[in-house]
């Protein structure tokens, strides 16, 4: 028996089978394809029964209605199941009674791209492909470099010129093969896909891979269990290319089709202002993103063109989502508060979220009993220079305990 | 029934009563005193059953043998029960059969650190203090301040002024009180000292407080769990002030008294040739600690005194220990091994003990079927700047499919 029915193409609707490795033909790589799986059939496997008695404290406890065969693939790094916080202090800092924080900056190489990596990497086992490849400098190209390091497989990653040297180092610790190229990251983007296309390796790149998305889900699998099925109100994260906040969509969707939930939470799409086409084009009610050039200190969501967009206003679409936008001084200002009340430093894109949570609490648009979950997608060490501009430096004092007397104010 | 029978000075033998709440009075700083424990009360509580039923997963699983009253103190914060790899690839690489990898920078701070944090936390709530200080620069300092952040406890950290502005910012986010010391680390150091006693604050140093290497020792419990209570031949550590080594070495004694385990590793100090005053005297057999000034590129073990020397010579003695020195080419070196062949990226101190591994495999001193487990103690994202030494930036080509294959060479 078969888990997987088809991949359907996410503007145009279109069915395929599963040797269709990207997407759709008559879309092209607008039409990003989503895996739908035989629902009734996994129904007799995924209970909440099994969930019980899975000891798997990993996003491998998912098999079920994961899109792999076999097992082969699967990498010894622990990926996915990141704690879930209830956020006491912060709660009754914002005045609100259900708070709750998913820390994914605790994955393998620190981020949620992680849980999309581990299954893309075990796809590329399954399928035999011996090289893997994406364009990118940010969570993406750690992520693959790092699982691709632990699981033996040839690597290539394009990065355009300019890349900060502390995110290419870290490829190159892992013994990725960089391809610095000359050009922005469109032209690294585009430079990837032919290559791939010439050499045959296959492309990790959620705008056109349907499986990487398939490992996003899993937190909402997670959030879930972790909140003994009890779904929050709200569902709050960061969005740039829309993959993530439309994987984990399709997460609760899947387990109330499941029926392991009896509702779903709304979606809340938050957005740095000066790279917000998601929130614009879906608050317009629209399906044509327009091009602005963006610019935003979040640089893991710093979008232009949302290369899933599609899929994000689904989700938005069919949750009755919500948008919230949020200046580059709101998001430093959410890292301090969001470390201060909890103890988790998220990275700049890692806290948008919360920023919009902050707002929504300011414009009160937020119920005290209304329970919120957020996903903190990347850890704060991974982009200390923006923090740097969240903060002062204090002056220095003398060992001296008078010194010391008047400085704290003792 | 009392869990705590006495502390015990670590140089002169002396008990104590836990009313003292630091160091040896006659031996002063250098008596740091060692938690003992009543463990044939403890071994009525503390069982392989006791154990397999406890669904914690994290480090107050060991509550029974934590020197904790109450759980007040326990923070929200995920810490422990990290992952164990068993590294098959690097044990092709080596030749090895039997190499496991305990990953402690998956921590919430992102160091071994935070163990200690948590139990000294939970202490100073116990013990009704408001505000805890510590000296340092390096992953105390960030566990500290993101673990107070968390409880909500006020903090105050003592920083030398010249210390990487990169490390003071996470202090900051946290909203730590850093007083930068105008001096070295030393000066840093004695004025926290005299600080605390001044103002009655709780300080959170391994080298005076005993309560914090009762932390570390978790780390061995979660091995000997891991492994099914198999204990490996040789644990490997990155050795600085000692306390870390000494405290796993007090982690694997205590479940061996406890009948959980029926032999003793073997422990392996590895310190950096530039900074390896523990290393020089144990070889000597003495316990006279000679003064040399540190240089390593591994700055948390970069230590001219080990501020927790006798416990780490007995936990060498006791277990007929191993030394190894490695220079800091050899460390970045092994810091690439390392992430190539584990996906495991671990900071220059992090992985001295994975090069420590890689001289005496060169050295042929282990076995091919001996068993060896190492802990890397903290995230390579903590110092991106010393990997970058590791590794040589490629140079740029254009986005042109000739070009590739001539620069691949396919």
Chains 1, 2 share one sequence.
Not at 137 to 155: K, V
Not at 332 to 337: C, F, P, Y
Request: hydrophobic content about 40%; proline content about 4%.
């Amino acid at each position: 028996m078969k888990k997987i029915k088809h991949l359907r193409c996410s503007k145009c609707g279109k069915n395929f089978g599963e040797e269709v490795l990207y997407h759709c033909d008559e879309c092209g790589t607008e039409g990003t394809l989503e895996v739908v799986y035989d629902l009734d059939f996994i129904k007799t496997k995924l209970t909440k029964e099994y969930l019980k008695n899975n000891n798997r404290k990993d996003l491998w406890r998912y098999m079920p209605i994961l899109p792999l065969k076999e097992e082969r693939g699967i990498t010894p790094l622990q990926v996915g199941w990141t704690p879930l916080y209830k956020a006491e202090r912060l709660e009754k800092f914002l005045n609100l009674e259900n708070i709750y924080i998913k820390d994914d900056g605790r994955n393998p190489t620190a981020s949620f791209k992680d849980r999309a990596t581990a299954v893309g990497i075990a796809k590329a086992i399954e399928l035999d492909k011996k090289i893997i490849c994406a364009a990118s400098t940010g969570n993406a190209a750690s992520s693959l470099s790092g699982f691709a390091a632990c699981m033996g497989i040839e690597n290539y990653i394009f990065v355009p010129a300019g890349a900060p040297e502390a995110k290419i180092t870290q490829l190159l610790i892992y013994g990725s093969k960089v391809i610095l190229v000359d050009g922005d990251y469109d032209k690294a983007f585009d430079f990837c896909l032919k290559a791939a296309e010439e050499f045959g390796w296959y492309n990790r790149s959620c705008a056109i891979n349907p499986y990487l998305v398939e490992g996003k889900k899993t937190a909402a699998f997670e959030i879930c269990e972790q909140l003994d099925f009890k779904i929050p109100d709200k569902l709050i994260m960061s969005v740039g290319d829309g993959c993530s906040i439309a994987g984990v969509w399709k997460g609760f969707k899947e387990f109330y089709e499941l029926g392991l939930i009896d509702r779903l939470p709304q979606m809340v799409s938050v957005q740095a202002e000066g790279a917000n086409p998601v929130n614009r084009t879906y608050r317009k009610n629209s399906r044509e993103f327009d091009y602005k050039t963006p610019s935003t200190i979040a640089d893991s969501i710093s979008v232009g063109i949302p290369r899933n967009g599609y899929k994000v206003l689904n989700a938005l679409n069919e949750s009755r989502g919500l948008t919230v936008d949020v200046s580059d001084e709101e998001i430093l200002s959410a890292m301090k508060t969001l470390a201060r009340y909890t103890g988790v430093f998220g990275e700049p894109a890692g806290v948008t979220g919360f920023a919009g949570l902050l707002k929504l609490v300011e414009e009160g648009s937020i119920n005290k009993a209304e329970s919120v979950a957020l996903i903190v997608s990347g850890n704060g060490l991974k982009d200390v220079k923006s923090a740097m501009k969240a903060v002062q430096k204090p002056e220095k004092i003398k060992p001296d305990l008078g010194e010391l007397r008047k400085y704290i104010n003792i």
